[in-house]
Nanobody
């Protein structure tokens, strides 16, 4: 049971967009809360967004509100992070994560998740 980052990382200019995708393997994503985290060089990992299972309630870090959108396609066991208007401060390794039930996703964006993807580099630079 793993999460695999399938696509999306790379180099983009400021103001550009990327979409990260992460697919569950070995378990069905439906019924699992999902989250995205990031870690910039020299900094601690921080929560970016999460989406509860079943109730479609989501939370975002203040720094990405209005620019990033978390979503899921349960039929494809895949989760997404659409990132628009990217800025240099968004440069980081991004991780997807999944946890059963709904309790892992709160406005605190804690990292209490069972499964983690391998991470993908997002670099925003001109």
């Amino acid at each position: 049971q793993v999460l695999r980052v399938e696509s999306g990382g790379g180099l983009v200019q400021p103001g550009g967009s990327l979409r990260l995708s992460c697919r569950a393997s070995g378990f069905r994503l439906e019924g699992w809360t999902i989250g995205w985290f990031r870690q910039a060089p020299g900094k601690a990992r921080e929560g970016v967004s999460c989406l509860k299972a079943h109730v479609s309630r989501s939370y975002y870090a203040e720094s990405v509100k209005g620019r990033f959108t978390i979503s899921r396609d349960n039929a494809k066991d895949t989760m997404y992070l659409q990132m628009n208007d990217l800025q240099p401060d968004d440069t980081a390794v991004y991780f997807c994560a999944a946890a059963p039930g709904i309790s892992a996703c709160t406005n605190q964006l804690n990292d209490l998740y069972n499964y983690w993807g391998q991470g993908t580099q997002v670099t925003v630079s001109s």
